[in-house]
Structures are given as C-alpha cells and as structure tokens.
C-alpha cells in the first residue's frame, strides 16, 4: 500500500479555525493599543494650546484678547492636532476661563474610540473625556 503525504480537509480546517480565533482575539487588542497611544496626539496639543492661552494671559490679562493670535483662531474655529487626528476647539473661551476640547475627526481611527471619545481640558487644569472611561483616559 502506498502512503499519500500532504494534508487532510480536516487538519486543515483546525488550523484556519485556530488562527481565527487568534485573529479574532488579537486584531480587537492591537486596535485598542493603537487608539490609546494615538490620543497622545490630542494629549500633546490640548496640552501646547492651552499653554499658548496661559502665555495670551499673562500677556494681555485674558485668555480671549484680540491680539492672542491661538484666542482668534479658536474664536469660531478649530486647531487640528499635529497627526490629523483630533480637532481642537475652545467650547468656552471668556477674559478668565476656558475649556478646550479634542474631538476626533471622522474617518480617522480614533473616531471608533468610545472609550475616551472627545478629551477636555479647562484653565484650571480639569481633565475629562466624554467616553465611559472618563478622566483614566488622561
């Protein structure tokens, strides 16, 4: 009797049925990784932008003077972070307080971020986030 090599149907079933599994378990993982090291990004430019507010302060005595060049780009419109990956605006910008908030762009990845969602930063140094995590994304 001759003996045939290679492999069956069936062990070949078992290994793609394994590395589905393995994929399935993996590939969710990696994007999490991905997604908490990408909102750095955001971290990184809340964190110059309301630095450059500090320096209008100090400067001018408010955060909103018209000679703040960061104040008059926010005022209506938005900063975009150095990646691409968060948009940056001031949803409230007065002569003495402002909240600053990083939002992801859509299309991008994190905007499947529902852990952190939009990251919040205040004058007072009040960090947040509007997904279930809330402040531990920071």
């Known amino acids: 009797m001759k003996k045939h090599k290679g492999f069956t149907l069936i062990e070949l079933m078992i290994v793609v049925a394994i590395i589905g599994i393995i994929a399935g378990i993996a590939y969710p993982s990696y994007m999490e990784s991905v997604r908490k090291s990408n909102r750095a990004d955001a971290k990184a430019t809340l964190n110059d932008v309301a630095q450059r ?11 909103n003077h018209a000679s703040c060049g960061v104040a008059t780009t926010l005022d209506g419109g938005s900063i975009s972070s150095g990646e691409g990956l968060y948009s940056i605006s001031a949803t409230s910008l007065t002569a003495t307080a402002f ?24 004058n007072t140094g009040i960090r947040n986030a509007s997904g279930s995590y809330g402040a531990d994304c920071w």
């Open 53 to 63: 507010l500090q320096r209008c302060f100090t400067t001018y005595n408010a955060y």
């Open 99 to 122: 909240t600053l908030t990083a939002a992801p762009v859509v299309g991008k990845s994190q905007a499947a971020d529902s852990k952190c969602g939009s990251l919040t930063l205040t």
